[in-house]
């Protein structure tokens, strides 16, 4: 899904794990929290993550850029 660095990558399995652990407790009914749908999750951790990655001077050098 990201091809970043690998700090970036890390950060990337981190928050999508945080998000998965909270939807799971909410689908097994231990916390409710928020009423959002998980896609609105995935295209928010997305878009978090191609920002940073676009900001991430090690991720411009693995692709070439200066």
Do not use: P
Not at 19 to 37: A, K, P, T, Y
Request: aromatic content about 14%; glycine content about 14%; overall charge positive.
């Amino acid at each position: 899904m990201f091809h970043g660095c690998g700090k970036c990558s890390t950060v990337n399995a981190v928050l999508l794990l945080i998000f998965g652990v909270l939807f799971l407790l909410r689908d097994l009914n231990i916390w409710d929290f928020w009423n959002i749908s998980w896609w609105t999750v995935v295209f928010v951790l997305a878009g978090v993550g191609g920002l940073a990655m676009s900001k991430c001077g090690s991720c411009g050098e693995s692709k070439g850029k200066k």
